[in-house]
């Protein structure tokens, strides 16, 4: 079946440590890929996209993801997060299928930072 | 330049009573999609409109139903509200829907209780 997956419902990592947070998908064809965040009670705000060309992408508040299609993976990655990066980390993509132009998301990732 | 603003912020309504949410799109985005988002489903498409006609449709009873005026700004509505309704209801507006490789901007949500 089509999906998003996240494998990791809930991560912790102590200040100042590097972070990888894991995001796969199963579509045919490379969907449009993207990484969002949401702090307890808010909204969604994006961190990147990936639609084509570099599979590194570079995003807000020091986040990186880099695609690899091998894989069917698009990772989000930071080298050194702070006690604000706690909050829940959602990947999404947009498949690219006539008729299909809305985001599906993973489960989401619960990032909990210890001072 | 304003963001997408969802009013109201917070309702509580009682079993089968009937909600309106209303969303307003950033300044020149014609596309706005809804989403649900809920402990047990995670983040789900309802449906989105562009130009005024839905576009897409996620799978949701009849009685989530939506619209979108002129202006761009959008409404929906949830009839004979069930206590599963309950949930944080997202607005995203984007310049010409994600189909599209456009990014789509979320507002902060619609908290709905359902009594």
């Known amino acids: 079946a089509q999906s998003v997956t996240q494998p990791d419902i809930h991560i912790t990592v102590s200040e100042g440590a590097s972070l990888e947070l894991r995001c796969n998908y199963s579509?045919?064809?490379?969907?449009?890929l993207f990484w969002y965040v949401q702090s307890p009670g808010q909204g969604l705000q994006l961190l990147l996209k990936?639609?084509?060309?570099?599979?590194l992408v570079q995003g807000i508040k020091g986040f990186e993801a880099e695609f690899k299609r091998s894989q069917s993976s698009f990772n989000l990655r930071k080298p050194s997060v702070h006690w604000s990066d706690a909050a829940e980390y959602f990947c999404?993509?947009?498949?690219?299928?006539?008729?299909?132009?809305?985001?599906?998301f993973g489960q989401g990732t619960r990032l909990t930072i210890n001072p | 330049k304003a963001g997408v603003t969802q009013t109201p912020r917070y309702l509580i309504k009682t079993r089968g009573q009937q909600v309106t949410l209303s969303c307003s799109p950033i300044s020149g985005h014609r596309s706005v999609s809804w989403y649900q988002q809920t402990p047990g489903q995670g983040l789900q498409f309802l449906f989105e409109y562009f130009s005024e006609t839905q576009r897409n449709k996620g799978n949701f009873p009849g009685r989530f139903s939506g619209r979108q005026f002129s202006n761009s700004r959008s409404e929906m509505n949830v009839s004979t509200l069930e206590l599963g309704d309950s949930a944080l209801y997202l607005c995203a507006s984007s310049w010409a829907g994600t189909g599209i490789g456009t990014e789509a901007f979320f507002g902060q949500g619609t908290r709905l209780t359902v009594v």
């Open positions: 579509y045919g064809a490379t969907p449009y």
């Open positions: 990936y639609f084509s060309g570099d599979t």
């Open positions: 999404a993509v947009v498949p690219i299928i006539q008729g299909a132009q809305k985001l599906v």
